[in-house]
T-cell receptor, first 115, second 112 residues
Framework: NAGVMQNPRHLVRRRGQEARLRCSPM?????VYWYRQLPEEGLKFMVY????????ESGMPKERFSAEFPKEGPSILRIQQVVRGDSAAYFC?????????????FGDGTRLSIL | DQQVKQNSPSLSVQEGRISILNCDYT??????FLWYKKYPAEGPTFLIS?????DKNEDGRFTVFLNKSAKHLSLHIVPSQPGDSAVYFC???????????FGAGTRLTVKP
């Protein structure tokens, strides 16, 4: 399967713990995007990264959330000291570049549940 | 701020009829628009797109119409099939940064 791979598919954490969500983009894609979908809502943009660089993090909460896309390995979305409100589906998308005719391809998401 | 709005949370149509899903946006700088389809427990999949220099784009049973003056776009599916039942998300972006803003989605149910 050459699609965007996210793991784990489901993640359960207790309040105060850390959550790490991984995303491997499609082969040849160097642009990664993270989105969050709260129940009964649409996808909300969080952050856009290229290899080793954060391009736009205007949708990221100011505290507890961070993202990286290292030179080697998957992109990681990290949530520290999770709270109940962090429960959501987190989707990663990738594209080969920017501009028209390069739509983002999505993974199947990680469903994060906070107990 | 909700820059992209889908005001109908759900839509039900009969198989064989036309489905029309609507989307409005507020940012006149958006110059590229996309529709994604999403099944439960899966990620969104790209369906069709349109550039702001066009007012219509067609791909098989799917047609997207763009009215820039009204900041409105719509997705037409004809004829609708039961397999089209899914949540449809409208998205808008600036081609300079590919940073998409999504609507809240419309759940389409096509009844046999």
């Amino acid at each position: 399967n050459a699609g965007v791979m996210q793991n784990p598919r489901h993640l359960v954490r207790r309040r105060g713990q850390e959550a790490r969500l991984r995303c491997s983009p499609m082969k040849g894609h160097s642009h990664v995007y993270w989105y969050r979908q709260l129940p009964e809502e649409g996808l909300k943009f969080m952050v856009y990264l290229q290899k080793e660089n954060i391009i736009d993090e205007s949708g990221m909460p100011k505290e507890r959330f961070s993202a990286e896309f290292p030179k080697e390995g998957p992109s990681i979305l990290r949530i520290q000291q999770v709270v109940r409100g962090d429960s959501a589906a987190y989707f990663c998308a990738s594209s080969p570049g920017t501009g028209v005719n390069q739509p983002q391809h999505f993974g199947d998401g990680t469903r994060l549940s906070i107990l | 701020d909700q820059q992209v709005k889908q005001n109908s949370p759900s839509l039900s149509v009969q198989e064989g009829r036309i489905s029309i899903l609507n989307c409005d946006y507020t940012n006149s700088m958006f110059d590229y628009f996309l529709w994604y389809k999403k099944y439960p427990a899966e990620g969104p999949t790209f369906l069709i797109s349109i550039s702001s220099i066009k007012d219509k784009n067609e791909d098989g049973r799917f047609t997207v119409f763009l009215n820039k003056s009204a900041k409105h776009l719509s997705l037409h599916i004809v004829p609708s099939q039961p397999g089209d039942s899914a949540v449809y998300f409208c998205a808008a972006t600036l081609t300079s940064n590919n940073d998409m803003r999504f609507g809240a989605g419309t759940r389409l149910t096509v009844k046999p």
